[in-house]
């Protein structure tokens, strides 16, 4: 069943069934968070995995009674893999809610208003941030000095990943300034830049080494080595998008601002970020962010809009693992997985043979694919794909 998308529509399921198919999404959503998050190698898409977590919520949301206390909706990502101690985060490092269209964007805008009891007339503001495809990490300063750093792992309990945090430059050992508070945790996103990422698995091919599918695998890949020295050696960098302290009097008094400040203690913020009014304004965020988006040395898979004013943020609460007053807009996705149900070999004008594999049909970045060339007999070797 793996992968494959139950069929009968949610709004036409019975309740034993839900129930049968909850327990099977459990299971099956755990499988596939365990290959991502602790063997780095996923077995499916992100798009197919969305999909599954989806009907996962859908199911839930028809049928509140049936939610397990296994449900994928009540963990985020996976647990804390073995080798690395554990930490608990000095506040819960949370998930985001995902719209999927622009309907979702007006959605969250139309909550955000009802909350916030505002007026007709009355926007909020919103700061729109591309979403780095990497890990997301806490790093912990006392007194302004580095003195841990942790994964997310199930948002509550995260790996110490100290050293291996240590070896990234964008990392500050100390922060600069007279303004840091004594306790102070900036998270943001590790990740490895598309340039980085291509000499890596150059590097590691010709050693004959395994290969990351992508730089988000390999920069979780090697935030996870046991060996820093390791990790040293591969090109991370760190991109902060949020900031925790005990006393937040310390703090300037919205998102825009925090991370200005974490800026100015010597962290990296994201250059595109930009601030919003309404739904409109960060429907064109988005737009904007994904014409640039193959432009970047980095890779993003969609916008992340935050309620600007930090008494609004707090007025607005949480739902379950996800912030009110936060969502990420993801761009379409420009992976799938198939299958070969054949190779063909073309022969050109020039007698060069090519191999060319039948797709089994897939829609991916707006076309539907149902064939491939294989180049030739080394790229099928290196690519290690067979019918
Ligand atoms: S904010 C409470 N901002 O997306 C809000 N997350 O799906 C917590 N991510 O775990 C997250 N860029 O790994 C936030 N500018 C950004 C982000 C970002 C990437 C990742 C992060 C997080 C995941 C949530």
Known sequence: ???????????????????????????????HDEAYHRNDAPLISDADYDRLRGRNDAIEARFPGLVRDDSPSKRVGASVASGFTKVTHSKPMLSLGNAFNEDDIHEFHGRIRRFLNLGDDETVEIVGEPKIDGVSVSARFE?????????????????????????????????????????????????????????????LAERGEKTFVNPRNAAAGSLRQKKSTVTARRPLEMCAYSVAVTDESLLPDTQWEGLKRVQSWGFRINPEMRKARGAEECLEAYSELMDKRDGLPYEIDG??????????????????????????????????LTVIEDVEFQVGRTGAVTPVARLKPVFVGGVTVSNATLHNMDEIRRLGVHI
């Open 143 to 203: 007194r302004g000095r580095f003195v841990l750093g942790a994964t997310r792992g199930d948002g509550t309990t995260g790996e110490n990943i100290t050293a291996n945090i240590r070896t990234i430059p964008s990392v500050p050992l100390k922060l600069r300034g007279d303004d840091v508070p004594d306790l102070v945790e900036v998270r943001g996103e590790v990740y490895m830049p598309k340039d980085g990422f291509e000499q890596l698995n150059r590097r």
């Open 303 to 336: 916008i992340v809009f935050k309620v600007n004013r930090l008494d609004q943020q707090k007025a607005l609460g949480f739902v379950s693992r996800a912030p009110r007053w936060a969502i990420a807009q993801k761009f379409p996705a420009q992976e799938e």
């Open 1 to 31: 069943m793996s992968g494959e998308l139950r069929k009968t529509p949610v709004e036409e399921l019975l309740k034993p069934n839900a129930a049968v198919e909850l327990e099977a999404l459990a299971a099956e959503i755990a499988r």
